[in-house]
């Protein structure tokens, strides 16, 4: 059985908050966890709005779609995807969460989305993972780009098309 | 078989987080000061980060040793994390400024152990917190939690049953008729 600590997997809540607040469109995640999940799957409820998580672990697919399915919570879609590459994504987005596993998934999905989303929300931004995750080949496909590192796992939000000049937490 | 995952000796289910749909009603309808009975592993992390965000004081107490290690490094001058010996001794009567939002609460949640002491914890809180979240408000609960006892303390009364782990919603500030709006 695996332990987590709750203050380690739910660093990237505050740009999740933050970029949610600022929109009400869509919502697009990649990789579902308890950190991400039922705080995205709640706040669109509230709207409502609509969001589509893929998985590609069949254990945490089971674990959130039969959940979500068994309320009957329309506006959560959970997809199972054997390889996220496979996952229909290139479509407009106000809000994607990338938190993908492996790590090597994340590179290519950023770079297909690049043009698709309004925010996009990725973790796991710290120099010390750099070699794992490869973030700064994506880097310089964005017009802007804000990170946040007040609480490792850091996290960052890339756009190409809204303006992060002024965007702060 | 899913995938099992624990949080200081608790399986965590997605279950456990369907106080969030209160909360997140809750908060943008209020100001002043949040707090937080019992912490949790959706609920604090919710809260630490969205008065964060708004820049509202949170003050959580709890009376487990293990659930304050967990969360005790979050302490900051907008997160204040209280462990108390017993319910008894948390003076959450005294909101931390009473100059602002009337001297109560905007929200506060009670979601704390044992289940049988919240109404205790609600009645105290009647007249010091603009919204209460009530946690787990099930009927097949309610022999031993009975929160049937508190609800007439109160002008105004909104029931979340969106989920399998229900949640009540109180005040007797805040009409409450379009809270889900």
Known sequence: MKTLHPVKFCSHLPLLMAVMARTDGSVLELGMGYGSSLYLHWACAARPRDIVSYENSPEWYENFGRHFARHGYVWHQVLSVDDFALADIERPWSVAFIDSSPAKTRVPLIRRLADWADYIVIHDTEARVESEFQYDRIYPLFRWRYDYADHAPYSAVLSNRVDLTDFHI | ?181
């Open chain 2, 1 to 181: 078989m899913a995938k099992r995952l624990e949080v200081h000796k608790l399986t965590l289910s997605a279950n456990y987080s369907s106080h969030l749909a209160a909360l997140m009603q809750a908060l943008p309808r209020t100001d002043g000061p949040v707090l937080e009975l019992g912490l949790g592993t959706f609920s604090t992390p919710y809260l630490h980060y969205a008065c964060l965000l708004a820049g509202r004081k949170l003050v959580s107490y709890e009376t487990d040793q293990g659930w304050f290690e967990l969360f005790k490094d979050w302490q900051s001058e907008l997160h204040d994390i209280r462990l108390v010996a017993d319910w008894d001794k948390a003076d959450f009567e005294r909101v931390p400024s009473p100059l602002v939002n009337g001297g109560v609460w905007g929200v506060a949640l009670v979601d704390h152990s044992p289940h049988e002491r919240r109404v205790v914890e609600v009645a105290r809180l009647a007249q010091h917190a603009r919204i209460i979240v009530l946690h787990d408000s099930d009927e097949k609960w309610e022999p031993w939690a009975r929160y049937s006892t508190v609800y007439p303390l109160f002008r105004y009364r909104t029931d979340w049953d969106g989920d399998y782990r229900k949640a009540v919603v109180l005040s007797n500030y805040v009409d409450l008729e379009r809270f889900w709006e």
